[in-house]
């Protein structure tokens, strides 16, 4: 008999857990390593057939699936504020968004991918975009729904496949999103989620038949996915957040500005790429301005992100909470005036007070870092010249907005500021009709729009010379 101890290796679990409570909603065990070599086996296989399936059909399928997010928007938005937190109205705006994404794809993927003539001295010469196979997407639980549709509508539709590594706090979302394109007919392995930790996306990237990569999330995950996709010499996109500034000159609508600005800083509970941070106010108005946009912050009703009064739900994980709390902290610590809040919610659940900064350091956290939660940094500026100054003064570019009625400041602002989206008088969105993404550490590479659906395609030149001895035409 032998003696021969068994060695029981540890459970590798994903988990929903409640920012509300802190209860465990549901537990789920990772994919195992055989689990996952099957997954891309079948990717792979599914690409080879579905690659020739027509426009048309693709489009059917990927409109079925936007019925199923309308009419079931309900249902899957009570699982994302289950989940992350977000308020049940957003979240429930976010599955409808997420529809539209899929009809503006199906509608429009044939002509952003129909042939290109072009005039060389061949017979005929033309580029013609085709798909380029299994894309690795990871993606982060701020959207849980509509960060990974805004890269699976146009990747499919474009006739590649998907493999989803989501955030692991949402792993009900993760399921629920391949569940939707299984029941609007693609076929099996045309998209495929990963339960796995972020240690196992590198073994994954690096595997030939992975073709690209795409991921949205911090400068660290970036820098690691980048890294392991330039090993490999695989095209990826990368969309790493950002400190969003919101400018106000002495010509805006203050009210207007002031009420957009608030939900600018607290869409998502704060959690967004494109919320505003950086609140930079010419001195003149600067005074009104802080007066305004305080007394708004505090009026905020904090709470059950089911309640349709809640205007703020609880941040999204208690790391992200305990996270927020340092990089505040450390902004106070040297130098930072605390105009409102500045600290967490004593009650259950991930929730940090809405917080107004003012006098914010060069070097603290709030001035260098994205704080990811309801805080304001407020910033003052003699002009618009200065304003830009302080906004460009950042590592990031995703998006930025500038509320000013006067022409000259206007033209200065789109040509000067350093973002990938640039707002005037309105906030800053994602829209499926217009390309997303940034410059600096926010990444590189584009979503949404005909720029979103070709990063993930082969431009392929093609050129025909007449055939039976025909003349070219340099001849």
């Not at 005037?424 to 600096?440: H, L, Y």
């Amino acid at each position: 008999m032998s003696t021969q101890k068994v060695v029981e290796l540890p459970r590798r679990t994903v988990s929903s857990v409640s920012p509300l409570t802190g209860e465990l909603l549901r537990e789920f065990e990772q994919h195992s390593d055989d689990a996952v070599e099957n997954k891309i086996a079948l990717a792979a296989k599914t690409f080879r057939d579905y690659r020739k399936v027509s426009f048309a059909q693709r489009a059917a399928m990927m409109k079925r699936a936007a019925e199923i997010l309308e009419n079931e928007k309900d249902t899957l938005g009570r699982m994302m504020t289950q989940e992350m937190g977000k308020t049940l109205k957003s979240a429930v705006q976010e599955a409808d968004k997420c529809a539209v994404g899929c009809r503006f794809y199906a509608e429009n993927a044939e002509r952003f991918l129909a042939d290109e003539e072009a005039k060389t001295n061949a017979a005929r010469s033309f580029v013609r975009y085709q798909p380029l196979g299994p894309v690795l997407a990871v993606m982060p639980w701020n959207f849980p729904f509509w960060q990974v549709f805004r890269f699976a509508a146009p990747a499919l539709m474009a006739g590649n496949v998907g493999l989803l590594k989501h955030a692991s706090n949402v792993p009900q979302c993760a399921l629920a999103i391949e569940d939707i394109f299984r029941r609007a007919g693609f076929p099996e392995g045309a998209f495929q989620t990963l339960l796995i930790g972020p240690d196992r996306v590198n073994k994954i990237i690096a595997d030939r038949r992975i073709t690209a990569v795409t991921l949205t999330g911090s400068v660290g995950a970036g820098s690691s996915v980048a890294t392991a996709a330039g090993k490999a010499i695989k095209k990826c996109v990368l969309e790493l957040g950002g400190s969003d500034p919101f400018i106000v000159m002495p010509s805006a609508d203050l009210d207007k500005a002031v009420e957009t600005a608030v939900q600018a800083r607290v869409i998502n509970n704060g959690q967004s790429c494109i919320a505003a941070k950086r609140f930079i106010v010419h001195q003149q108005i600067a005074e009104q301005f802080e007066k305004k946009f305080v007394a708004r912050m505090a009026s905020l009703k904090v709470g059950d992100p089911m309640d349709a009064a809640t205007d703020v739900g609880p941040l999204a994980t208690e790391d992200v909470l305990k996270g927020l709390e340092q990089q505040v902290q450390k902004t106070i610590e040297v130098g930072a005036r605390v105009l409102l809040g500045g600290k967490r919610i004593d009650r259950k659940g991930n929730f940090y007070a809405p917080t107004v900064l003012a006098d914010i350091p060069q070097g603290s956290p709030a001035f260098d870092d994205e704080l990811f939660g309801p805080v304001a940094s407020l910033y003052r500026a003699n002009d618009m010249s200065e304003a830009i100054e302080i906004a460009n003064n950042s590592i990031f570019g995703l998006g930025a907005c500038a509320w000013t009625n006067d022409a000259a400041e206007r033209d200065l602002f789109i040509n000067e500021i350093e973002s990938g989206l640039a707002f005037i008088n309105g906030m800053v969105a994602s829209d499926a009709r217009i390309p997303f993404g940034g410059v600096k550490h926010s990444g590189f590479g584009r979503e949404l729009s005909h720029h979103g659906i070709l990063e993930f395609v082969n431009v392929k030149s093609i050129c025909i010379q007449e055939a039976n001895g025909g003349k070219s035409r340099t001849e």
